[in-house]
């Protein structure tokens, strides 16, 4: 059977005198054999465009008319005949794809657009909580609902097909912030949830626990981390370095324990590029507060070792 360009070669178009349209739904035909061009594609093109349909049964009828009057075209208008009967069974094949369709093909932006109204995301929106607490450790958890109302995120867009899934929690995740209430808690997702420990650029906890040093290990594995809130309270220092620990067992116990004798304390200062560090006093209701004195010179200390430093442009 002659392809496209081997009809448009023998002038077969011109010397049948077959319709424009027609000519240019031949050739989305041969793209569609060359799979250049979709099933779903050419039917469309077909089948809402009356005047294309129109062209085809017109060609049929055309081509049967010269077989008669011209048996030796016969080969050829049977190939333009079959070609057009091919063409029309794609068009009236009823379409694949319900509802809304190609919602991939949209724009990234589009759809990220998409994902935020989903997942309730703005500029403003509230801290992630995670709840109920997962870590086993006596760390205090958040206030219960009674006391706080719990926002609660409709994550459906999680449960659909996997490239929708992953892209809809990687935005989820990079966008919202998350408020942990010790470093247990936050060890305990940063563990389990990889996708968290990639992608979140924006993490807020309460520095407590036993865990506090490898939670905070963790941080600095995260290179995409670019602002911090640590919480501070009387039980930061409940747990110590090892150094300091061990330092203890010979000197006599300090009247108050400082930030820099809590456990995690190394891995804090050691954390590197942020864009924003803020140390924050801890509720009232939720435990004992440290000194001002205490969350400020934290504050400039992490400061001037964590966040990173705009480089000055040399203009010569």
């Not at 240019?24 to 089948?47: N, P, V, W």
């Not at 912030?177 to 807020?204: G, K």
């Not at 006599?252 to 803020?278: F, M, T, V, Y």
Request: net charge positive; charged share 25%.
């Amino acid at each position: 059977m002659p392809s496209f360009y081997e009809q448009r070669m023998l002038r077969l178009f011109e010397q049948y005198e077959l319709p424009d349209n027609a000519r240019t739904l031949f050739q989305a035909l041969e793209e569609f054999k060359t799979s250049r061009l979709d099933e779903a594609s050419l039917g469309r093109l077909i089948r809402l465009s009356p005047s294309n349909r129109s062209a085809l049964v017109n060609t049929m009828v055309k081509c049967a008319n010269l077989m008669k009057e011209k048996p030796k075209e016969a080969k050829h208008c049977l190939s333009i005949i079959t070609d057009c009967g091919e063409m029309l069974e794609i068009a009236n094949k009823p379409p694949q794809e319900l509802g809304f369709p190609g919602f991939m093909r949209l724009p990234p932006e589009i759809r990220n657009h998409i994902y935020d109204i989903c997942a309730n995301t703005y500029p403003t929106a509230p801290a992630i909580i995670p709840y109920p607490k997962k870590a086993t450790c006596s760390c205090a958890p958040h206030e219960p609902p009674v006391r706080e109302k719990f926002q609660k995120i409709d994550l459906a867009l999680a449960l659909t097909s996997k490239r929708t899934s992953t892209e809809f929690l990687t935005r989820f995740f990079h966008e919202r912030f998350f408020h942990f209430p010790c470093t247990c808690e936050m060890n305990y997702h940063l563990t389990n949830n990889e996708m968290l420990r990639n992608t979140t650029i924006e993490i807020m906890f309460h520095w407590c626990g036993p865990k506090s040093d490898v939670a905070i290990r963790q941080l600095q594995e995260m290179k995409q981390l670019k602002m911090l809130s640590v919480v501070v309270s009387r039980s930061t220092t409940r747990h110590l370095t090892r150094r300091e620990a061990s330092i203890r067992n010979y000197f006599s116990a300090k009247r108050s324990n400082w930030l820099p004798d809590a456990l995690g304390w190394d891995e804090l200062i050691c954390l590197r590029d942020l864009n924003d560090i803020r140390v924050e006093h801890i509720n009232k209701r939720k435990g004992d507060r440290r000194t001002d004195d205490d969350r400020q010179s934290l504050e400039n200390m992490l400061n001037a070792y964590c966040v990173r430093v705009p480089h000055a442009n040399n203009n010569h």
